[in-house]
């Protein structure tokens, strides 16, 4: 009896992995000419945006070794995130890790007992309040650690971000290895989307293109597929897509943007990762292959251009190349730059309890996606576990 899945993001490769694998008959349907989803690569093999995982992120490097692929995730700046701070010029190593702050050289700036009081108490049950409310007594701490954590793993500025989930991703920085950050070296497609496809086949499993299903009908004990039987789905599509097939299913409706600037400068040398604080850009990954800066919750920024926002961006990382030693050629002038704006990048984090709509809503029927996942913010290691919960649910 085949399963079919629906949806070819990360939530759906995991899902379709698992069930190939368990020796079931799988059909992956992808709306779009390929997978990936919300982290994939683009026609020319950009990828759509920067990706970074961490230590904690367990269950998405288990998936990427699964899939032979946990190789290609490098840790670019394992002595401490290299920070520029826009504003006063100051050139920091943070570490991730609290244990790292015995350091004080790897410190955050504002870092203080009290301060630090503040973020454990968020951990504290039934206390969910916006970030910046919470650490409003610490506004040096917040804006250079806080916040830009904030943005980096809720995608939700800190004035409206919950801290309820802000203290379920700190409860897992703790663990040895937790905060290692990884980046694919070469690209989410020969990184991940690819050898997860290569995986799915290699366990029998079959790939539809171009395969967008419009409707979904329950029928007696099983279901219709665009009007054709089809005995167990697994849905892993993005909530407004989940919605339109299942009418009457609560779904986020807030999203936030993730802005996008991929400068064409490919020279050889090191993969690095740079945070900023007091600027345009947060994030700039330099690889061989380009250098992508991400602009997470850019709710502003989602209605500039490139023309705008480029020369801006390239002046930033200048500055960061020159702070920090990158090195090759860096031209005064910003090189040619391709912008991609996620508009729907992810869920909005903010106060309330995560929705946490049922894993097998009727039989048949498994729900996946990073949204389903109520236990993390919605990342490629949520969509990862929903998507596995998903197969052991229809398995
Ligand atoms: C720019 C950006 C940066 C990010 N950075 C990070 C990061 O650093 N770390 C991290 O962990 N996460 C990050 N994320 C979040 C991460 O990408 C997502 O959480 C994850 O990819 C979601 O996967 P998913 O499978 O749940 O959903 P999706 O990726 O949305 O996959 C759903 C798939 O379903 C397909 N589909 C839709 N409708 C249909 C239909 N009717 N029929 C068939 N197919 C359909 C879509 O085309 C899509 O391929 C980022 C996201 C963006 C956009």
Same mark, same amino acid.
């Given at each position: 009896?085949?399963?079919?899945?629906?949806?070819?993001?990360?939530?759906?490769?995991?899902?379709?992995?698992?069930?190939?694998?368990?020796?079931?008959?799988?059909?992956?349907?992808?709306?779009?000419?390929?997978?990936?989803?919300?982290?994939?690569?683009?026609?020319?093999?950009?990828?759509?945006?920067?990706?970074?995982?961490?230590?904690?992120?367990?269950?998405?490097?288990?998936?990427?070794?699964?899939?032979?692929?946990?190789?290609?995730?490098?840790?670019?700046?394992?002595?401490?995130?290299?920070?520029?701070?826009?504003?006063?010029?100051?050139?920091?190593?943070?570490?991730?890790?609290?244990?790292?702050?015995?350091?004080?050289?790897?410190?955050?700036?504002?870092?203080?007992?009290?301060?630090?009081?503040?973020?454990?108490?968020?951990?504290?049950?039934?206390?969910?309040?916006?970030?910046?409310?919470?650490?409003?007594?610490?506004?040096?701490?917040?804006?250079?650690?806080?916040?830009?954590?904030?943005?980096?793993? $809720?995608?939700?500025?800190?004035?409206?971000?919950?801290?309820?989930?802000?203290?379920?991703?700190?409860?897992?920085?703790?663990?040895?290895?937790?905060?290692?950050?990884?980046?694919?070296?070469?690209? $989410?497609?020969?990184?991940?989307?690819?050898?997860? $496809?290569?995986?799915?086949?290699?366990?029998?499993?079959?790939?539809?293109?171009?395969?967008?299903?419009?409707?979904?009908?329950?029928?007696?004990?099983?279901?219709?597929?665009?009007?054709?039987?089809?005995?167990?789905?697994?849905?892993?599509?993005?909530?407004?897509?989940?919605?339109?097939?299942?009418?009457?299913?609560?779904?986020?409706?807030?999203?936030?943007?993730?802005?996008?600037?991929?400068?064409?400068?490919?020279?050889?040398?090191?993969?690095?990762?740079?945070?900023?604080?007091?600027?345009?850009?947060?994030?700039?990954?330099?690889?061989?292959?380009?250098?992508?800066?991400?602009?997470?919750?850019?709710?502003?920024?989602?209605?500039?251009?490139?023309?705008?926002?480029?020369?801006?961006?390239?002046?930033?990382?200048?500055?960061?190349?020159?702070?920090?030693?990158?090195?090759?050629?860096?031209?005064?002038?910003?090189?040619?730059?391709?912008?991609?704006?996620?508009?729907?990048?992810?869920?909005?984090?903010?106060?309330?309890?995560?929705?946490?709509?049922?894993?097998?809503?009727?039989?048949?029927?498994?729900?996946?996606?990073?949204?389903?996942?109520?236990?993390?913010?919605?990342?490629?290691?949520?969509?990862?576990?929903?998507?596995?919960?998903?197969?052991?649910?229809?398995?």
């Amino acid at each position: 009896m085949t399963i079919h899945v629906v949806g070819g993001g990360v939530a759906g490769l995991a899902g379709a992995l698992a069930l190939a694998r368990a020796g079931r008959a799988v059909v992956l349907h992808e709306a779009s000419p390929g997978a990936g989803g919300r982290a994939r690569a683009l026609a020319d093999g950009t990828d759509n945006g920067t990706h970074a995982l961490v230590g904690a992120n367990t269950a998405a490097l288990a998936f990427l070794r699964a899939v032979g692929a946990r190789d290609g995730w490098v840790e670019p700046e394992p002595d401490g995130l290299p920070v520029l701070d826009c504003a006063d010029g100051a050139a920091r190593r943070i570490s991730l890790s609290p244990f790292g702050w015995v350091s004080a050289g790897h410190r955050p700036p504002g870092l203080s007992l009290a301060a630090l009081g503040a973020l454990a108490r968020m951990a504290l049950p039934g206390r969910d309040v916006p970030v910046a409310q919470a650490m409003a007594a610490y506004p040096v701490f917040q804006r250079g650690f806080v916040d830009p954590l904030v943005v980096a793993t $809720l995608n939700t500025p800190s004035a409206e971000a919950s801290s309820a989930r802000l203290a379920q991703v700190l409860r897992r920085l703790g663990g040895p290895g937790a905060t290692r950050l990884y980046v694919a070296e070469r690209g $989410l497609g020969p990184d991940m989307v690819d050898p997860a $496809l290569a995986a799915i086949r290699a366990a029998g499993g079959e790939i539809r293109f171009n395969s967008r299903i419009r409707s979904l009908t329950a029928q007696g004990d099983g279901w219709l597929l665009d009007g054709a039987p089809a005995a167990q789905i697994l849905l892993a599509t993005p909530p407004w897509e989940s919605a339109r097939l299942l009418p009457g299913l609560a779904v986020p409706q807030a999203h936030a943007p993730i802005v996008n600037l991929h400068f064409a400068r490919s020279q050889p040398g090191p993969v690095r990762f740079v945070g900023f604080v007091g600027a345009l850009c947060q994030w700039v990954l330099v690889r061989p292959s380009g250098v992508s800066v991400t602009i997470s919750a850019g709710d502003a920024e989602a209605g500039e251009d490139a023309a705008t926002l480029a020369p801006r961006a390239w002046g930033e990382i200048l500055r960061a190349a020159a702070a920090f030693g990158i090195p090759g050629e860096w031209p005064i002038r910003a090189p040619e730059c391709r912008l991609v704006k996620e508009r729907r990048a992810t869920p909005r984090h903010t106060p309330g309890p995560p929705l946490a709509p049922p894993r097998r809503p009727a039989p048949g029927l498994a729900l996946a996606g990073d949204w389903t996942w109520p236990h993390l913010p919605a990342t490629i290691d949520a969509a990862v576990r929903s998507g596995e919960a998903a197969a052991r649910a229809l398995l």
